[in-house]
């Protein structure tokens, strides 16, 4: 079954980001808001903590129907059941995520420039996430901040392919539409759109996600 990229929601662990509050309850906050794919995304807490959360945030993502996929680390995601991981260019390789993972998981993979989306296409991704869209306190390090153009350039590449696109990076309410409708003058435009402060940072996560929601589905004003 294709998965529903619409409204990926990729976790924060850091304190700062979290307010104090506990990222299984801001989760299922923003799942009941209508978040459609959970990245469970945590640079924080160590191995055997991140598969005590994984653990837990996968008890949700099942009530809502909604797969959980975990960031970097395929043994977290082998240890839980996870519904597959997604994997950056300096995480584990395509080819090995593959073989150490059941059939059906789902890898996603992150792709900044036209041969690394091509590359992934060629592997067999299951989808791209394609950033950095805008620059972005949530990740500093990022290679690349490519744009609306940066991704076009991208989608295009890989039109024939058929496989998901999400945009990444500096995502929120002010600027969804435009990275949706921009993307639409693509060749192949783009699946959804993965956030993570404007959902996890939200006061109401759950009132965020709707707006999300809403927005995505309502065409631009400005078209
Ligand atoms: N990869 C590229 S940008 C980014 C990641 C994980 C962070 C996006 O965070 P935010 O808060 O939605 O800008
Ligand atoms: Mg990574």
Known sequence: MPVDLSLYLVTDATPAILKGRDLCE??????????????????????????????????????????????DRVDVALAIGAEGVHLGQDDMLFEQAKRLLPKDAIIGISASTIEEAQKAVADGADYLGIGTMFATATKTNTKNVIGTAGTQAILDAIKDSGVGTVSIGGINHSNVQRVIYQSQSAKKGLDGVAIVSAIIAADDPKASAEKFVELIKNPPRFA
């Open 26 to 71: 801001v989760v299922e906050s923003a799942l009941e808001g209508g978040v459609t794919v959970v990245q469970y995304r945590d640079k924080f807490n160590d191995t055997g903590v991140q598969i005590e959360i994984a653990r837990k945030l996968h008890q949700i993502t099942k009530k809502f129907n909604v797969p959980l996929l975990i960031n």
